[in-house]
């Protein structure tokens, strides 16, 4: 048995491989990238070891390919050698860029799922295969999200959109693979170091926070931010494609609001971090931003466009591809996740968001990462 | 054109009225001001004669030699209106024919003057000619804009004439092309005759 | 012992330009249609030699039939600092010493009233004035402070400020005791040395405006026990509308209790602002006694001031 994973240098992908890696041998396909794919193989496996210093890393290989290409580029060699191997298939590789133009976003996620069921198809012993996705395949819904909802909807931005047409792909090939989706929560970052491997949008917005430059946020003050440290996210995803493999589930790969932040909380905590983890910042008298109404964020994005300033339009224009979301709340129902993994218990954001601040302050939010020490 | 007006071709004098005129002279060059004395005083005077100086209060004087005359200037997008009375105080405001967004109307008139400027015929500039009369009024005063717009309360306002709540000033208000003017007499009940020219 | 504000007065530098011949004299940054979507319109500018502070306090004075030597303090204040003053090399600099206070004490006649400045607020020293003002009189050690505040925009420097447009202006207040009517009943002031190099900091410190405003109004209201649906009305500074628009909607205060428009036809007046709206809207509006009105200012240094008065 051996398992295949696509995006393994993603935010998930280390995480994921090493906890994959304590259950059988695991292949990643790699593209060769700038520094060919032997270089960026040794690269993941220094990823690897520190996601899961006990991940035997020794029955960890690649083959080089690219799920945009015929045959997902691969070499004939390795074409057969994973027909002959591969049992499973973790499909991880996505483009989470939220303000590429649609075409660009398909490329990157919904072209990639397409090469992906593809390759499968010419996996003779494959018994599962999971399809990684996001929870906001839900777009502008609001209200409760069921697992088994795959609704037409309105999206916030490109990568929403892409990701609900490859969950459509994706469903429609239930019948003829052995298929699951995990709709993953935002990754917020680790919760054992604190390191934040890939921004999203809302680490920029925070970032934004703590360099003062955000007056102000549509939302209600008492919504839920939904997000998941990458230890239980790839917890989650390793157990539902090994050890609880149901054909045709879907899954949402989320903490759920009791152990979630408010927008509010999210901000007074924050805040109140920002000051113990630096002094010299709390008496710069940062305020958090405003929870306002749509109304009247609508009024100052309107007016921010009409006065040109080049700063904040640079900054609203870099929100506004997600704060949207806020002004569609929705509770993610996690009913089949909860049955198949009921030992699953992530952390609470409370527990481990000190541990990102301050990993992101110390990295100046990832620009200059260090290398921790295993 | 103004309510009870002379014009160079025409004279026709306000029944009832204060003793006097008021010149009103506008222009899109320099010399508003000199022009508007000329027209009172002498119009053989040497333009070069008129001076116009502003006492410390800000408000505009003519002066040839120890004669002084008070005036009211109003400046818009190139264009001057200059007026005066040899015996009383007026005050003039010259405003491009613009509508004014409706939120100003709450700023500066009341809801019983918001409708009692519906008599100017074009809802679009009421607002503005509304307006123009009340800063021709304030200048009229003496005080320029140094007392509220509350403090002049327009009883209705059409082309043919204006009504003040204060017996003690008259102003009218007309279109002048791409313009609005409103010209205000201190001290009167009824408007002057305005003899308006033009350069 | 009740603390009021007995008189108001203003003065406006006497020439008044529109937005195009400022665009045309190269005094703005922004287009005309920008700034008069942002509500602006016309600025005043005073000629040279125009003593709008001299003006405006003389006019308070002689209105309201206040004699000169019933005034025990005079504040001047103003946002802009004082003129520089240049000493000729070699020569004793006894001209750096010449203070707008003292003159403005002797030409007013004010010979009984201890002259001070108060400044290094932007449009916030108008409240701090008020605050100090208030503050001598409950010690006692004044019955009538007269507070004169003078903004006067070099000739030559540009006229808009971060999408406001600035007129010159002053404005006088006398604030006595006992005296019933427009009692300051609560202020709050809220410094952020943060952002005292505006230039360098101006992203922030728009950035910073909306929520420390909110934040500041929220607090004076509820320092002087009310709600914010008490507020009878709301005296904004000059700064433009659309800011206050949005500041509105914030604090979810309905615009019809907003004395807005002002900005239209007085440009943004610095430290005059909020006196002229005062008296205008007192004279504008019905307001039943004892009716709070709540005002508002932003200052650069930076400092964000709220006040509530009673009617």
Partial sequence: MSILVTGATGSLGPSAVARLLRRDAVVVLLRPGETGAAARFEALRRDVVRAGPEAPTDRLSFVTGDLAAADAGLAGDDRGALAEGVTHVLHLAAVTRFTLP??????????????????????????????????YVAGTRTGTILEDDLVETAFVNSYEQAKHEAEREVRARMRDLPLTVARIATILGSSRTGEVRTPTALHQAIRLVHQGLVPMIPGDPSQTVEVLDVEHAAEAMAALLVDAFEPGATYHVAA???????????????LRLFAHLDPAWARRGIEPPALVTPETYALFERTVH????????????????????????????????????????????????????????????????????P | MPPSTTSRSSSRRAEAGPPGRIALHLRRSPGAATECVRRLWDPWLDPEAVRVERDPDGVPWARVGERRLPLSISHADGHTAAAAHLERRVGVDLERLRPLPPEYARYFLTLEEQSAVAGWGDPATATLAAWTVKEAVLKARGRGLCDPPSSVRIRSLSQRGVELADPRIAAGCWREGDHVVAVACDGAATLPSVEVTRG | MTVGIRALSYRFGSRMVGLEDLAEQGLLGSTPETLRGFGFDRVHIAEPGEDLGCLAASDLLREHEVDPLEIDALIVFGGLPPDPVSVPEGEEATSLFHYPAGRLQHALGLTRATAFGMGQQGCAAVLSALRVARSLLISGDARNVLCVGIDIVPAGVRREVIYNVLSDGACAMLVSTPWPRLRPVAFRQITKGYYWDTSARRDEIIAAYFPTARNAIRDVVAAAGLTLDDVALVVPDNVSRRGWEILLGLLGIPEERAFLGAAAVRGHAITADLVVNLRDAIDARDLAPESPIAMFTFGFGANWGAAVLRA
């Fill in chain 1, 102 to 135: 649609l075409d660009d976003a398909r490329a990157g996620n919904l072209e990639t799922t397409l090469g992906a069921l593809a390759l499968a198809e010419t996996l003779p012993r494959l018994e599962a295969m999971q399809v990684a996705s996001t929870l």
């Fill in chain 1, 256 to 270: 759920g609001p009791e152990r979630c932040f408010t927008l509010q909380g999210l901000f007074e905590e924050s």
């Fill in chain 1, 306 to 373: 009409e006065a040109g300033d080049p700063a904040m339009t640079r900054i609203v224009r870099g929100l506004s591809t997600f704060l949207p979301q806020l002004l569609h709340p929705k509770r993610f129902d996690r009913s089949r996740l909860e049955a198949a993994l009921p030992s699953w218990d992530p952390p609470a954001t409370r527990d481990y968001y000190p541990l990102v601040l301050a990993s992101s302050i110390e990295t100046d939010w990832g620009r200059s990462r260090a290398e921790a020490s």
